[in-house]
């Protein structure tokens, strides 16, 4: 029962994740067909990564309240559809409207499945299922560009949503025969409807405001939500069943320094891959198909190496780990500061192996450490928890680039004679990227020790 349940959660772990990386590689030609410029385009991946972070937590929460299973079949589904939809798009906008779509199944998925395998696997077992599960998802990352690349090179862009939306789809259907737990944690309990609302508002605020600096408006945006979040804390310190227990973060310094971690970790990581496909496609010329097989570097090894790290974890400390893996990661976006128009392949061929190796150490450890820091009534938020981190640390590292191309290019097309703009807002992005490391490294050493693991 428990490597089957495995599976599933790989399986769709892989789905998402492979669509994720694919998705950079097609870019390019999505541009071409819908005449997208350089902030639109950066949209695609950005709409996802907003709806994903902000309905993950309420959905975790329903996932307690009716069971975790019934939520992540549902959000297997609703990704399936809304990917295979994506591929139907008529122009950029509504291309942009199903990802968003995406991104709530993403979270319905995302919100349960860590909670799921957490409930599943014994803590002496626990590291090493998390770091299969982290390594199947970095062989998504991994395979991604290169099959993505293949795809879009020959049967079109189309053909990546299509396929991976028939192959979400089959998963769906044969999850339910299984997945045979449920896992309600809170039968009975109310959902708290207003704690979500004041949730959501103070994410999208966040993350929505931004995105779009140097904007006037953002400045607006990060305030409204700052203090959304200021009243959801307090807000729901007053519930008696609130919709995200924030009270597993006082007096828990494990979980909140890891949570932020995470945090910091994508913030600082996730806009790489969007970037280096720009650069290797537009401004060194390569096709999807070669772009891949360069950016696969990074992901293979990370592949590999969150698989050691998370049976690593049993014996050496994850915090020991993850902090190692931050600094290497911190090596990594430092070289990629100065990636020229004619840099050597080969150089940043060795730059993406540094950054696989500090994934691969950082992120099982580091989940390791969050699931085994709260009680087995808290694994459902827990979970909710790291996948809210990673996502809105995925859409604040989006939100730097756009940032930076809106700095310097604004939003139009990438042309030859904007590649000199574009490596400016390239350098800018990695020069942040590599200040929120250093801060990362900071916040991972600081943890306690003697976490279960």
């Not at 309905?55 to 559809?81: E, H, N, T």
Request: charge should be positive.
């Amino acid at each position: 029962m428990k490597s089957k349940a495995l599976s599933i959660i790989c399986l769709a772990s892989f789905l998402v994740a492979f669509m994720g990386s694919a998705i950079n590689l097609a870019l390019p030609q999505i541009g071409a067909a819908f005449s997208m410029k350089a902030v639109s385009l950066s949209w695609i991946a950005t709409s996802y990564l907003i709806v994903s972070a902000i309905f993950q937590v309420p959905f975790a929460r329903l996932g307690d309240l009716i069971g975790r299973k019934k939520v992540f079949i549902s959000g297997i589904f609703v990704f399936g559809l809304s990917t295979f939809l994506c591929g139907m798009s008529s122009s950029g906008t509504t291309l942009i409207i199903f990802r968003a779509l995406s991104g709530l199944g993403a979270a319905m998925l995302f919100g349960t499945n860590m909670a799921i395998l957490t409930a599943i696997f014994p803590p002496e077992e626990r590291g090493k299922a998390i770091g299969i599960n982290t390594a199947i998802v970095y062989f998504a990352l991994a395979s991604g560009p290169f099959f993505g690349g293949m795809l879009t090179h020959y049967f079109g862009w189309q053909s990546l949503f299509y396929s991976m939306g028939v192959l979400g789809f089959i998963i769906a259907v044969y999850s339910p025969f299984i997945i045979k737990g449920e896992w309600i944690e809170s039968k009975g309990e109310r959902f708290d409807y207003m704690g979500t609302v004041i949730y959501a508002t103070g994410l999208f605020g966040l993350i929505f405001g931004f995105s779009e600096l140097p904007d006037p408006l953002s400045f607006i945006w990060i305030a409204v939500g700052i203090i959304a979040f200021v009243f959801f804390v307090l807000y729901e310190l007053k519930q008696k069943q609130p919709v995200f227990n924030v009270r597993i973060f006082s007096g828990n310094k494990v979980f909140g320094l890891s949570s932020l971690s995470a945090l910091l970790n994508y913030a600082c990581t996730a806009a790489i891959a969007f970037m280096l496909s720009l650069y290797l496609q537009y401004v060194r010329g390569f096709d999807a198909r070669h772009a891949g097989l360069i950016l696969i570097v990074q992901a293979a090894v990370q592949c590999v190496v969150s698989l050691y790290a998370g049976k690593l974890s049993g014996k050496i400390h994850p915090t020991i780990l993850a902090t190692t893996g931050m600094g290497i990661i911190l090596l990594g976006l430092c070289g990629l500061i100065f990636l020229s128009t004619s840099t050597p392949i080969v150089f940043l061929i060795i730059l993406l192996t540094l950054l696989g190796l500090g994934f691969g150490l950082f992120s099982s450890p580091n989940a390791t450490v969050i699931m085994g820091s709260v009680e087995k009534k808290y694994f459902g938020q827990a979970s909710a928890t790291m996948g809210t981190m990673r996502l809105t640390g995925q859409a604040f590292s989006m939100g730097i680039a756009m940032m930076a191309l809106s700095l310097h290019i604004g939003n139009q097309v990438i042309v030859p004679e904007l590649h000199a703009l574009f490596m400016k807002s390239l350098h800018i992005t990695f020069i942040i990227c590599a200040l929120l490391s250093s801060i990362g490294i900071y916040a991972s050493s600081f943890r306690t020790k003697g976490v279960e693991q």
